[in-house]
């Protein structure tokens, strides 16, 4: 195949691929790409973001905010347990948090509300294990997603007092209903201590990828339209989008290892642990 025939081979997977994810970086492009065609169409890394600026394939970056986490309440609140935590397999560091997704109500005058999507994710695979969308900030619906996580496990091996639930200290995960929960089946209650979203960094970059990739640019009319985009961006999250955190697998190819995966970027944090431990 000819250089310029590659070119728009390489152009058509970018376009497919954005069609699923449409604020996917080009490092993680590259990876999918070559990964699928690297023996008969590889492309190097510099040309391939030379591709993606010679056709506008590059993202640009947004924000928007809404307050989620409401800290001011008088449940009782649990240490962090995971400031020395590396987790070595699935099933071992569950994290949670909720994050809003915007919606028209009258795009007419400009008007539009948010929902909101309860998230937990294995810290170790990156797997999103739990999902659930309100339209308010209930506890009703980071317990449909806890619910949902649970029903994966089978064997009861989260019952061996090893599986650890951390959140922020916001009143849906303090509440006597979300605790109770995760007491009963014997599960610890881990919680950050300040409001710094770095005590809970895995969760916030899921959060962010989400919103601000997955959902990037979506115009969305209704809750039931959110949920069936949601229903595609987990599928294709937890399938196949690459991490580079971890070594270039998806989310379901890494629930199937143990032991640690390597990083293709530095963590200061494990590498501190690690001394500490050493």
């Known amino acids: 195949m000819s250089r310029l025939a590659d070119e728009a081979f390489c152009v058509e997977y970018i376009k497919e691929i954005r069609g699923k994810d449409p604020g996917i970086g080009g490092g993680k492009l590259w990876e999918m790409y070559n990964k699928k065609f690297g023996k008969e169409h590889g492309v190097g890394y510099n040309r391939f973001y030379d591709i993606l600026e010679k056709y506008n394939l590059k993202v640009r970056k947004k924000k928007r905010r809404a307050r989620t986490t409401n800290s001011d309440h008088t449940y009782p609140t649990y240490p962090d347990l995971t400031r020395e935590l590396i987790p070595e397999s699935v099933n071992r560091l569950w ?26 994710t294995d810290c170790y695979s990156k797997e999103i294990i739990g999902y659930s969308v309100g339209a308010t900030l209930a506890t009703l619906y980071p317990m449909q997603a806890l619910d949902m996580a649970l029903k994966r496990i089978k064997d009861g091996r989260f019952l061996n007092d090893s599986l650890i639930h951390h959140s922020d200290r916001g009143v849906q995960y303090a509440s006597y209903e979300y605790t109770g929960r995760l007491k009963s089946l014997g599960i610890k209650i881990s ?18 990828t989400i919103k601000n990739e997955l959902l990037k640019d979506m115009e969305f009319f209704s809750i039931d339209g959110v949920k069936a985009a949601l ?5 294709f999250y937890n399938n196949e989008r690459p991490h580079m955190s971890l070594d270039g697998m998806t989310p379901v190819e ?5 032991g640690e995966i390597k990083k293709r970027w530095i963590s200061y944090r ?9």
């Open 231 to 235: 229903e595609a961006a987990i599928d």
């Open 270 to 278: 494990e590498k501190a642990i690690k001394e500490v431990v050493a």
């Open 95 to 120: 994290v949670s948090d909720i994050t809003y997704i915007p919606f028209w109500t009258f795009p007419e005058r400009g008007i539009y509300d948010f929902c909101y999507l309860s998230l937990v």
């Open 254 to 258: 890494a629930s199937k290892q143990v």
């Open 191 to 208: 919680m950050t201590e300040t409001g710094d979203p770095k005590h809970n960094a895995v969760a916030e970059r899921v959060n962010n």
